[in-house]
């Protein structure tokens, strides 16, 4: 057997000066489904999440709260680990900058960049902005009234004078650009890749990545006076999750370049211009894709901690059920664009696709199984057109629902399934097996064969978006642990005839008020 295909997968590291919150949630919940999806689909998988706890904010931040950086960070990284968890992720690694393995290797990378002649002394002038961890140029702020500047993304910036390292950024232009057309898509979504590249032709100044005045993070190698940038120090997590800077390592060979670095739309510039100039630099190959997701508002409006909305994950699932909330973050919104947490539009959800769709669809077709076939799996008879065009449709879903995951449209793989569950429907209720109890059971046994068949197969595909929701669903079938990767989609595979079953029960409820 051919050894199996790698697939490397990574969240953005978060900041422990802020506790997790739906943008957290949602990133790494796409990672997670797509990580789901591609070991289900035969990959050997690698699956990395973690903390940013380095940089100038996380040492005020840890300073306000009165405690040393390191004791601030175990406890808000610890935070994340529980949402990772609570969320049901399936991360296969959790990094912390502030460990040793990550020191290594963020300062192999920095000498190498020096070796390799990337990297000068020189002195910064210019704005910089603590809460975006980003110099800015004189031309990119916003004037305010009252004469304050502001970084473009609204943040506070302040003028640094210091003795700087600088990244010879400027010398990655063309290769940058050569890059982004190497490989289709190395940038998603379209626009976002139309954003860096005009971002680049513009041309780019040298980088600086170092500071002297503060101390929180990894020292130069040779010169501890300078702490090393927060974002070389946090991108470089990526390469230290996968054994960098052994490169011969197994782990390295096998899982990098990563092919997908998952990121809000706020961080592309870092993950789409420095990284790969970063790794070029060093002589390493960049990741294979970055995909920018947009943001989420809350009922309509911008999510800010000043304006008391912020989404907690952990609330939202208590309220609606995980997979439920699953279900509607991938669901709702085409990735990469930006969307509204409402909660009519999530009950709508939970209500119309997860409860009336496909639960009723199980609920109703094994129920007539369980009473009406002595709890045993029928063996079907001969098919008919209608049978053989609802599996023909349901043999088929894989390859289709495969290409929408390929450039991360979760939204329409998801339609994609939606479609067989709403003919299915339609086939059940034409098809009407409870009025054939008494006519023909036979036939009656091959529609709740088939349906059964449909709900196998559905509970397969789904497990990566509600791994929980849709094991329950193929537990009601008695399908061996064995029996639920995508190799066992398609006609090659169907239901085994003659299996007991016991009375099902609901597995998605559907969502009812307090006060209803
Ligand atoms: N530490 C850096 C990343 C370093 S990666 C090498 C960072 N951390 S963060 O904690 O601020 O990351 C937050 C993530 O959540 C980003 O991907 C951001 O886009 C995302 N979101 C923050 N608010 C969001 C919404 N309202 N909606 C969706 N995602 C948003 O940046």
Redesign the pocket.
């Known amino acids: 057997m051919s050894a199996k295909d790698a697939f490397y997968i990574t969240t953005?590291?978060?900041?422990v000066n802020?506790v997790p919150?739906?943008?957290?949630a949602?990133?790494t919940l796409a990672c997670d489904v797509m990580a789901r999806f591609k070991r289900l689909d035969g990959y050997d998988v690698m699956f990395l999440t973690g903390t940013?706890e380095h940089g100038q904010k996380v040492e005020k931040s840890a300073a306000a709260a009165g405690k040393t950086p390191l004791e601030f960070c175990d406890q808000v990284s610890q935070r994340f680990r529980e949402l990772a968890d609570f969320m049901n992720y399936s991360h296969d690694d959790f990094i912390r900058t502030t460990e040793e393995r990550h020191k290594i290797a963020c300062q192999a990378l920095w000498k190498k960049l020096e070796e390799n002649g990337h990297i000068y002394l020189d002195k910064y002038a210019g704005w910089y902005s603590v809460r975006d961890e980003a110099f800015y140029g004189e031309n990119e702020l916003i004037e305010v009234e009252g004469s304050e500047k502001l970084a473009p993304t609204g943040a506070p910036v302040e003028w640094v004078e210091e003795e700087s390292y600088f990244f010879r950024l400027s010398a990655f232009e063309d290769k940058l650009l050569d890059f982004y057309e190497s490989l289709d898509p190395t940038v998603l979504p379209k626009s976002r890749k139309n954003e860096v590249k005009s971002f680049v032709e513009g041309g780019l100044r040298d980088l600086s990545v170092s500071r002297t005045s503060f101390k929180w993070g990894v020292p130069v190698p040779g010169n501890d006076k300078h702490i090393m940038y927060v974002w070389i120090d946090?991108?470089t997590?990526y390469m230290t999750a996968a054994g960098y800077p052994d490169m011969e390592s197994s782990t390295f060979q096998k899982f990098w370049p990563a092919d997908i670095h998952m990121?809000?739309?706020?961080?592309l510039r870092f993950h789409a211009v420095y990284w790969p100039a970063f790794l070029m630099g060093a002589g390493i190959e960049p990741a294979k894709r970055v995909f920018a997701h947009g943001?989420?508002t809350n009922e309509g409006q911008k999510?800010s901690k000043s304006l008391g909305n912020v989404i907690d994950p952990f609330q939202i699932v208590d309220e609606f059920g995980l997979d439920q909330v699953r279900y509607f973050l991938m669901r709702e919104v085409p990735f990469g664009n930006d969307g509204d947490f409402n909660k009519q539009a999530i009950i709508n959800r939970i209500n119309s696709d997860l409860a009336n769709d496909l639960g009723n669809l199980a609920q109703r077709s094994l129920s007539m199984i369980f009473k009406n076939c002595d709890g045993v799996m029928p063996t079907p008879g001969d098919n008919t057109e209608a049978d053989n065009a609802i599996l023909s449709a349901l043999d088929g879903l894989l390859p289709k629902v495969r290409d929408h995951m390929d450039v991360q449209a979760f939204n329409k793989a998801l339609e994609t399934i939606w479609k067989v569950v709403s003919d299915a429907n339609g086939y059940f209720a034409c098809e009407e097996p409870w009025a054939l109890k008494k006519t023909d059971p036979e036939r009656m046994g091959t529609v709740l064969y088939t349906t059964a068949e449909i709900i196998r197969q559905i509970g397969i595909i789904t497990q990566p978006i509600m791994p929980d929701s849709a094991s329950k669903l193929i537990d009601l079938l008695k399908v061996p642990a064995s029996e639920r990767g995508f190799d066992k989609l398609g006609a090659d595979h169907r239901l085994a005839s003659g299996t007991k079953m016991e009375k099902p029960e609901g597995v998605f409820p559907r969502y009812v008020a307090e006060n209803e």
């Open positions: 953005p590291i978060y900041y802020d919150h739906i943008g957290h949602y990133t940013d946090a991108l997590n990121v809000g739309k706020d961080i943001w989420w999510i």
